[in-house]
């Protein structure tokens, strides 16, 4: 897959608010890691989108946009965010007309082949930048992105408690529904790969999942530096 052979590549999917973003976070400053979270992606090319008026409707209209588009990455801390035309965009990536967009832009062939690009280039940016390994967090990291990742998790949780979750967060999100465009959609479909790590976080806490997560980190680690 092109990944460099000395560093570590860490991939966890999951359906929304299934915790992948506080466990990745939390493991990234734990060894330290790059973390990456291509949610954040599809959000910022989501909003990007809504801000130049392109509809997810009109997918000629998306591809070239898709073409004005120089995406780049900053490193802060662990943290690598996206660059679009030099900009990282701000918490509109959070907003409710980003929530309800973002999965139907996210099933466009166009809008996924950039970020396919893009997200496998950032192994190269970890690399660069001296970290022992790279943690990414989304839908299709263990099945498509790095297929060959040294460790894939799933993470799930009870629809209602994610919805509780996401709730708390003050966020208005319709969990359910994204999950399930997410699940249908024909390009790089929400699934369990074969193979991964399956994790229940309904009743542990994130300091549970992170120390399990964390444990398998670490002995990959200690073989990888043999
Ligand atoms: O944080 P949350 O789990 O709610 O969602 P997210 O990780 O921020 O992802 C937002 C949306 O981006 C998802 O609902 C998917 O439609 C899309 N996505 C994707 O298609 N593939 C990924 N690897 C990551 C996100």
Same mark, same amino acid.
């Given at each position: 897959?092109?990944?460099?052979?000395?560093? *570590?590549?860490?991939?966890? +999917?999951?359906?929304a608010?299934?915790?992948?973003?506080?466990?990745?976070?939390?493991l990234a400053?734990?060894?330290?890691?790059?973390?990456? +979270? $291509?949610?954040?992606?599809?959000r910022?090319? $989501?909003?990007?989108?809504?801000?130049?008026?392109?509809?997810?409707? +009109?997918?000629?209209? =998306?591809?070239?946009?898709?073409?004005?588009?120089?995406?780049?990455? #900053?490193? %802060?801390?662990?943290?690598?965010?996206?660059?679009?035309?030099?900009?990282?965009?701000g918490?509109?990536? &959070?907003?409710?007309e980003?929530?309800?967009? =973002?999965?139907?832009?996210?099933?466009?062939?166009?809008? #996924?082949?950039?970020?396919?690009?893009?997200?496998?280039?950032?192994?190269?940016?970890?690399?660069?930048?001296g970290?022992r390994?790279?943690?990414?967090?989304?839908?299709?990291?263990?099945? =498509?992105?790095?297929?060959?990742a040294?460790? &894939?998790?799933?993470?799930h949780?009870?629809?209602g408690?994610?919805?509780?979750?996401?709730?708390?967060?003050?966020?208005?999100?319709?969990?359910?529904?994204?999950?399930? *465009?997410?699940? %249908?959609?024909? $390009?790089?479909? *929400?699934?369990?790969?074969?193979?991964?790590?399956?994790?229940?976080?309904?009743?542990?806490?994130?300091?549970?999942?992170?120390?399990k997560?964390?444990?398998?980190?670490?002995?990959?680690?200690?073989?990888h530096?043999?």
């Amino acid at each position: 897959m092109g990944q460099p052979s000395s560093l *570590l590549i860490v991939a966890i +999917d999951g359906g929304a608010a299934s915790g992948k973003s506080s466990t990745a976070r939390s493991l990234a400053a734990c060894f330290p890691l790059l973390h990456v +979270d $291509t949610g954040a992606h599809y959000r910022a090319i $989501t909003a990007e989108m809504l801000r130049r008026g392109v509809a997810y409707s +009109d997918p000629a209209a =998306v591809a070239s946009a898709l073409q004005q588009f120089t995406l780049g990455t #900053r490193v %802060s801390g662990s943290a690598a965010a996206l660059e679009i035309n030099g900009r990282i965009p701000g918490d509109e990536i &959070r907003s409710p007309e980003v929530n309800t967009a =973002v999965s139907h832009f996210a099933a466009l062939p166009s809008v #996924r082949s950039t970020l396919l690009h893009y997200q496998r280039a950032q192994a190269d940016v970890a690399q660069k930048h001296g970290f022992r390994g790279l943690v990414m967090e989304g839908r299709d990291i263990g099945s =498509v992105i790095f297929p060959d990742a040294d460790l &894939r998790f799933f993470l799930h949780a009870d629809p209602g408690e994610r919805a509780r979750r996401r709730a708390e967060q003050g966020q208005q999100d319709s969990v359910a529904e994204r999950d399930r *465009l997410d699940s %249908s959609r024909k $390009t790089a479909p *929400l699934t369990i790969p074969a193979g991964a790590i399956a994790i229940d976080s309904t009743h542990l806490t994130l300091e549970e999942v992170v120390s399990k997560v964390a444990a398998l980190v670490e002995e990959k680690l200690a073989k990888h530096s043999r």
